[in-house]
């Protein structure tokens, strides 16, 4: 018997202590590594980084190398060599494309092409999936003392070769409780709230009616969006497709909306803010993800097959205007029976937006 954290627990909290600007601990089979995250760097942390007599590295994504004009040699991910003399500053604005326009010379910056970057992909999928900018710094730590370096510094330790795989998978769901919520759009609403085993957000589902599993249920996968949600942004089209879909299902008498806390197509709402500051530099929403660092869409649908999954759904009627959706339902598992096209909330605000998505990602106009 223990009550020593396991891995996805050692791995929740390494994410809140990156959030905090806690460095942890990464050990492999190949060396070790210590990472603290770009945009939480203190310069306390930084000079005790470089005072560890190592080669320091920023682990970048191939996305954010290409807008810095850097080399990336391993594929998705480039390894920066980091200046003895680099301040604070420097690692953020190279991290962080606000400035990028103003201060457009931050190198020429050297990318390492030897040794390997295993080390750094895995600190990167952290700092990702702690929805921070996706920017690391990366010093080598002797294999042989990682552990007990770990545990003079109190720093969390985590097995990398375990972790890696365990990032990818998709973490198990419990469902907590179901209750009645009586909507403008439907009095005979129950909301269900599933929570995600490995300590990251909430989803929730809202089951209109009663619908029939044995047919085709209609079926609604919606992205949380802050903005248009609750506020009422004219950026995007959220808050009039979450307000349609759900009319539609009361209409029809049954319905379920998957309600998926991925904002910000999944890099959350601070780096969706980001994204928004740099379209009002002109770059489009696409090239906005792209120039942080991040993919077009970084949404984990399988999410949202398993919620339907354990709702006892199999097919579905899709309300979407993304075939993307479609075809990770189907990988999935989920028969996409038919789509239902979403076409609501058009404004002169994002009409731009609305185009990028069918030009460069694929929506259907
Ligand atoms: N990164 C980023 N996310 C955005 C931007 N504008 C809106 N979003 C997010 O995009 C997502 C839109 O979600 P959905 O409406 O479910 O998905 P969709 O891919 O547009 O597909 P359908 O609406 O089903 O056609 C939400 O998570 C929003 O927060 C943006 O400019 N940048
Ligand atoms: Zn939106």
């Known amino acids: 018997m223990s009550f020593a954290p396991d891995l996805t627990e050692t791995l929740a909290r390494a994410r809140s202590d990156l959030r905090m600007g806690v460095p942890v601990v990464l050990a492999g089979p190949g060396g070790a590594a210590l990472v603290l995250a770009a945009e939480t760097l203190s310069a306390h942390r930084l000079a005790a980084a470089q005072g560890l007599d190592a080669e320091v590295d920023l682990a970048l994504t191939a996305r954010r190398a290409e807008t810095l004009k850097a080399r990336a040699y391993d594929g998705d991910v480039a390894r920066v060599a980091v200046p003895a003399a680099a301040t604070r500053a420097w690692v953020q604005s190279v991290a962080d494309p606000k400035d990028d326009l103003a201060q457009p010379m931050k190198g020429p910056l050297r990318t390492r092409r030897d040794g390997d970057a295993t080390l750094h992909r895995l600190a990167l999928a952290l700092?990702?999936?702690?929805?921070?900018?996706?920017?690391?710094?990366?010093?080598?730590?002797?294999?042989?003392?990682?552990?007990?370096?770990?545990?003079?510094?109190?720093?969390?330790?985590?097995?990398?070769?375990?972790?890696?795989?365990?990032?990818?998978?998709?973490?198990?769901?419990?469902?907590?409780?179901?209750?009645?919520?009586?909507?403008?759009?439907?009095?005979?609403?129950?909301?269900?709230?599933?929570?995600?085993?490995?300590?990251?957000?909430?989803?929730?589902?809202?089951?209109?009616?009663?619908?029939?599993?044995?047919?085709?249920?209609?079926?609604?996968?919606?992205?949380?969006?802050?903005?248009?949600?609750?506020?009422?942004?004219?950026?995007?089209?959220?808050?009039?497709?979450?307000?349609?879909?759900?009319?539609?299902?009361?209409?029809?008498?049954?319905?379920?909306?998957?309600?998926?806390?991925?904002?910000?197509?999944?890099?959350?709402?601070?780096?969706?803010?980001?994204?928004?500051?740099?379209?009002?530099?002109?770059?489009?929403?696409?090239?906005?993800?792209?120039?942080?660092?991040?993919?077009?869409?970084?949404?984990?649908?399988?999410?949202?097959?398993?919620?339907?999954?354990?709702?006892?759904?199999?097919?579905?009627?899709?309300?979407?205007?993304?075939p993307a959706k479609i075809a990770r339902m189907e990988e999935s598992g989920i028969a996409v029976a038919e789509r239902v096209p979403l076409k609501v909330g058009e404004t002169r605000f994002n009409h731009h937006y609305l185009a990028t998505k069918a030009r460069k990602s694929g929506h259907l106009l």
């Open 127 to 322: 700092v990702k999936s702690a929805r921070l900018l996706p920017a690391a710094l990366v010093v080598p730590l002797a294999a042989a003392d990682a552990a007990g370096f770990a545990a003079a510094e109190g720093l969390g330790l985590i097995d990398a070769a375990a972790a890696a795989p365990h990032l990818e998978r998709l973490s198990p769901l419990s469902h907590v409780v179901t209750a009645q919520v009586p909507l403008r759009a439907a009095e005979a609403t129950r909301l269900h709230i599933f929570r995600p085993e490995d300590g990251s957000e909430e989803h929730y589902a809202v089951e209109i009616g009663r619908p029939d599993r044995a047919a085709p249920v209609l079926a609604r996968l919606h992205s949380a969006c802050f903005t248009g949600d609750l506020l009422g942004s004219l950026k995007c089209d959220c808050g009039p497709q979450l307000n349609a879909a759900l009319g539609q299902m009361g209409e029809a008498g049954a319905g379920i909306l998957l309600y998926l806390n991925q904002e910000g197509r999944g890099i959350g709402l601070a780096n969706k803010m980001r994204a928004y500051a740099l379209q009002d530099q002109g770059f489009d929403t696409v090239e906005a993800n792209h120039r942080l660092g991040f993919e077009d869409d970084e949404r984990d649908f399988r999410l949202g097959a398993e919620m339907l999954r354990r709702l006892g759904v199999g097919q579905v009627r899709l309300l979407t205007n993304n």
